[in-house]
């Protein structure tokens, strides 16, 4: 399956202060998914990019990818107590069946 | 609709000892996934089906078994538990109409077992 490569793996930052968190692949990727994880809970979907250097945003969330398909980011500007969680990316594998997830980017936030 | 159930939400197991974790889905979902979480280590996945009778190996299927009888249920079973299957399952399904593949995952809320 498709191999995806994320970082930070940690990251603790103050309330107000932004936060990016990369998602890298060798191979070009079909299309990109991002899951959000609460402590204690479980994944839960945030976007899906398709297209070469497609941009979406989400009130304080933007996600990129780019324009080779081989990377993603997602960044929040002005980080909230409410942002606090693990940040995977997902790639589709090949057989479009399956998801390979990145380790996940862990957020701290402190008020 | 109550989206994807998973039981029983904890267990402790001795080694040795067998279960079946159970998931269900009321989405009409054809897809269907069972991934376990480890710390630090990002979800892996043990089994998936994209539809009733049909199952496929995941990247860690070993020690683990799966059936798929109906569209709404996907039960893992673990036959002899060791303590390397200590971990987070989460069980998860998705709608993914012809070879478009799979799409938006819904999640359960997990089954935390503990192999003593």
């Known amino acids: 399956g498709q191999q995806v490569m994320q970082i930070p793996q940690y990251q603790h930052v103050q309330e107000g202060e932004d936060f990016t968190t990369y998602c890298n692949s060798s191979?070009?990727?079909?299309?990109i998914q991002w899951y959000k994880q609460r402590p204690g809970g479980h994944p839960v979907f945030l976007i899906q990019?398709?297209?070469?250097?497609e941009v979406k945003k989400q009130k304080r969330l933007t996600f990129q990818f780019g324009e080779a398909k081989k990377n993603s980011s997602l960044h929040i500007t002005a980080t909230q107590t409410t942002d606090v969680g693990t940040y995977f990316c997902a790639a589709m594998n090949s057989g479009y069946s399956t998801l390979t997830f990145g380790k996940g980017t862990m957020l701290l936030v402190s008020p | 609709n109550a989206g994807v159930t998973q039981t029983p939400k904890f267990r402790i197991l001795k080694i040795g000892q067998s279960m079946t974790l159970q998931c269900t889905q009321d989405?009409?979902?054809?897809?269907m996934y069972w991934y376990r979480q480890d710390p630090g280590m990002g979800l892996k996945l043990i089994y998936y089906?994209?539809?009733?009778?049909?199952?496929d190996k995941g990247e860690v299927p070993n020690g683990y078994n799966v059936s798929r009888s109906t569209t709404e249920d996907f039960p893992l079973r673990l036959e002899l538990a060791a303590p390397s299957q200590t971990s987070v399952y989460f069980c998860?399904?998705?709608?993914?109409?012809?070879?478009?593949?799979?799409?938006?995952?819904?999640f359960g809320p997990g089954t935390r077992l503990t192999v003593l």
């Open positions: 191979t070009t990727l079909s299309n």
């Open positions: 990019l398709v297209k070469s250097g």
């Open positions: 998860a399904s998705s709608y993914s109409p012809g070879s478009r593949g799979t799409d938006t995952q819904y």
């Open positions: 989405m009409n979902h054809n897809y």
């Open positions: 089906s994209v539809g009733a009778g049909i199952t």
